[in-house]
């Protein structure tokens, strides 16, 4: 059996597209990863039976805490050293685990993606393996996808380099990775994002919760990376097909959790210098400007 060297969280707010991500997940990823879905819908046994004939551990919320605090729930059971937080996380949930499977030790890959992610090219995860390897800084890597939004340049909508349909042929993928020659954006968004776990939590730490339901938390944990003056890319050696925008949508998603504090929140700029930049700089020392308070974790 190989190593379980990755962990993968898939927090989930609507049931239509995560059995076609982890289904072609398995058929495209050599077996060094484990799954953890953070099922924030509605109850269903006949899709949660088909769920669990995916993954390797189900944790069934019974309220919807949101895309930050839901790729944090599975990322700390995975890790399993908080007893006193997973104790109170299965008061609030229901957890299912695989027969027979037990959680690999702390993985030195953590990943977060989205419902709404196909795995199309099966070189995606030596993609990220390599781009890691060229950037000895890099303490996250996203693949990229064949429909991306537009505005990296300069422009209204999606840029389509391929359809759908066209994607899912290996050759097409590899025309792509011919054309950008490897290239490297710094700055992304976290619709499928594969962490180095070490630094990540020794360094700049999980989601701020208070983003909520979803929206900017990928751009504040991406302005903490470059504060602990680390990267985090995204690589034209990786590629998956990303619907976009989709699991954001929550149409049998469970009503929102309103613990104490919580509202809809997406204020980069009460805990960032106005009009927050990623590489902003102070412009005397041009060290990375600071973040002025901690990174919240939010109640049940």
């Given at each position: 059996?190989?190593?379980?060297?990755?962990?993968?969280?898939?927090?989930?707010?609507?049931?239509?597209?995560?059995?076609?991500?982890?289904?072609?997940?398995?058929?495209?990823?050599?077996?060094?990863?484990?799954?953890?879905?953070?099922?924030?819908?509605?109850?269903?046994?006949?899709f949660?039976e088909?769920?669990?004939?995916?993954?390797?551990?189900?944790i069934?919320?019974?309220?919807?805490?949101?895309?930050?605090?839901?790729t944090?729930?599975?990322?700390?059971?995975?890790?399993?050293?908080?007893?006193?937080?997973?104790?109170?996380?299965?008061?609030?949930?229901?957890?299912?685990?695989?027969?027979?499977?037990?959680?690999?030790?702390?993985?030195?890959?953590?990943?977060t993606?989205n419902?709404?992610?196909?795995?199309?090219?099966?070189?995606?995860?030596?993609?990220?393996?390599?781009?890691?390897?060229?950037?000895?800084?890099a303490?996250?890597?996203?693949?990229?996808?064949?429909?991306?939004?537009?505005?990296?340049?300069?422009?209204?909508?999606?840029?389509?380099?391929?359809?759908?349909?066209?994607?899912?042929?290996?050759?097409?993928?590899?025309?792509?990775?011919?054309?950008?020659?490897?290239?490297?954006i710094?700055?992304?968004?976290?619709?499928?994002?594969?962490?180095?776990?070490?630094?990540?939590?020794d360094?700049?730490?999980?989601?701020?919760?208070?983003?909520?339901?979803?929206?900017?938390?990928?751009?504040?944990?991406?302005?903490?990376?470059?504060?602990?003056?680390?990267?985090?890319?995204?690589?034209?050696?990786?590629?998956?097909?990303?619907?976009?925008?989709?699991?954001?949508?929550?149409?049998?998603?469970?009503?929102?959790?309103?613990?104490?504090?919580?509202?809809?929140?997406?204020?980069l700029?009460?805990?960032?210098?106005?009009?927050?930049?990623?590489?902003?700089?102070?412009?005397?020392?041009?060290?990375?400007?600071?973040?002025?308070?901690?990174?919240?974790?939010?109640?049940?």
């Open positions: 059996m190989t190593d379980i060297t990755n962990t993968i969280v898939f927090p989930i707010v609507r049931r239509d597209f995560i059995l076609d991500a982890l289904q072609s997940l398995r058929l495209t990823t050599p077996p060094n990863y484990q799954t953890i879905v953070v099922d924030q819908t509605i109850p269903d046994a006949e949660e088909q769920l669990r004939g995916q993954c390797d551990v189900h069934k919320m019974r309220k919807n805490m949101g895309f930050s605090q839901g944090n729930i599975g990322w700390r059971f995975a890790i399993g050293t908080d007893t006193e937080y997973i104790a109170d996380l299965r008061q609030h949930s229901d957890i299912w685990v695989r027969p027979g499977f037990e959680l690999a030790p702390p993985t030195e890959f953590i990943t993606c419902d709404d992610v196909v795995f199309v090219w099966n070189g995606w995860w030596a993609g990220i393996i390599e781009s890691f390897r060229r950037y000895d800084t303490v996250c890597v996203n693949p990229m996808s064949p429909k991306e939004p537009g505005w990296g340049y300069g422009e209204e909508g999606f840029r389509y380099h391929l359809t759908f349909e066209e994607s899912i042929y290996p050759e097409n993928i590899l025309r792509l990775i011919h054309e950008k020659n490897g290239q490297m710094d700055g992304i968004t976290c619709w499928c994002s594969v962490f180095k776990r070490e630094p990540l939590l360094k700049v730490g999980m989601f701020d919760e208070r983003f909520w339901p979803g929206g900017a938390e990928d751009y504040d944990i991406c302005g903490r990376i470059y504060q602990a003056k680390l990267r985090m890319l995204a690589t034209s050696l990786s590629w998956c097909w990303h619907w976009w925008g989709k699991s954001k949508d929550d149409p049998g998603g469970l009503d929102m959790a309103l613990p104490p504090a919580r509202e809809y929140w997406c204020k700029n009460e805990i960032w210098p106005v009009k927050f930049d990623i590489w902003g700089r102070d412009p005397e020392t041009q060290e990375p400007l600071p973040r002025d308070s901690e990174v919240v974790v939010m109640p049940f």
